[in-house]
């Protein structure tokens, strides 16, 4: 069964702060994995893609990895501000289907 | 591009009564997903349409749920007749081929069943 974790569940940091989120993922086969950031009651922001052949993206102050051996990609945000406050989900394509972890909400205090 | 749309945005509704979520997809893309998001479950995937035909229904819970894609740029989830437990945000995402260019999705259709 393919099966995403992301850990953690929650986070929070003081502004400033660089961070981690991780992402674990069952299924090694993966197409591609992407990063969404979700704001409370809206709808899905795509941040960073990253295709099975590639080992990173960075875009501004984030760094997605991804180590398809292990199974594993983190999310790397970069002297974090209060605006980065958001739920942050990873999903894994297996061709057509995206399957989704649970999701970090993290909190950035000023 | 305007990206994904949907409509309506929140819906209430009294059991038992037809439900019709909308989905224009982006120009271009020929697949279009619709999942289903709830505090319990998270983001699941119900359906999934390439080149307008079904590909996998088998995330879709009952048979009172059905989707159709009649054109490229058009698609609709409905549940007939609604529950209370169906209460949840319903997204659709579309994307190009296999999704290597990633998936774009709208801004979702909060539903309410009282």
């Known amino acids: 069964k393919q099966e995403v974790t992301q850990i953690p569940a929650a986070l929070s940091v003081p502004e400033g702060e660089n961070l981690v989120l991780n992402c674990s993922f069952t299924d090694s086969a993966i197409y591609n994995l992407q990063w969404f950031r979700q704001d409370p009651g809206k709808g899905l922001t795509s941040l960073l893609l990253i295709q099975s052949s590639q080992r990173e993206q960075t875009s501004g102050r984030l760094n997605a990895s991804l180590d398809k051996s292990s199974g594993r990609s983190t999310l790397y945000i970069a002297a974090s501000q209060p605006g980065d406050s958001a739920t942050y989900l990873c999903?894994?394509?297996?061709?057509?289907?995206?399957?989704f972890g649970a999701g970090t909400i993290l909190r950035v205090k000023s | 591009d305007a990206g994904v749309i949907q409509s309506p945005r929140h819906e209430v509704t009294e059991m038992g009564q037809e439900v019709t979520l909308r989905c224009k997809p982006i120009?271009?893309?020929?697949?279009l997903f619709w999942y289903r998001q709830t505090m319990m479950r998270g983001l699941e995937l119900l359906i999934y349409?390439?080149?307008?035909?079904?590909?996998?229904d088998s995330g879709m819970p009952e048979d009172r749920f059905s989707a159709k894609m009649p054109n490229a740029s058009f698609s609709t989830l409905k549940i007939q007749p609604s529950e209370p437990r169906d209460s949840a945000v319903y997204f659709c995402a579309s994307s190009f081929g296999t999704g290597d260019a990633g998936y774009t999705f709208g801004s979702g259709t909060r539903l309410t069943v009282v």
């Open positions: 120009s271009g893309h020929n697949s």
């Open positions: 999903a894994v394509g297996y061709g057509n289907k995206l399957v």
């Open positions: 349409f390439n080149n307008n035909v079904p590909i996998d």
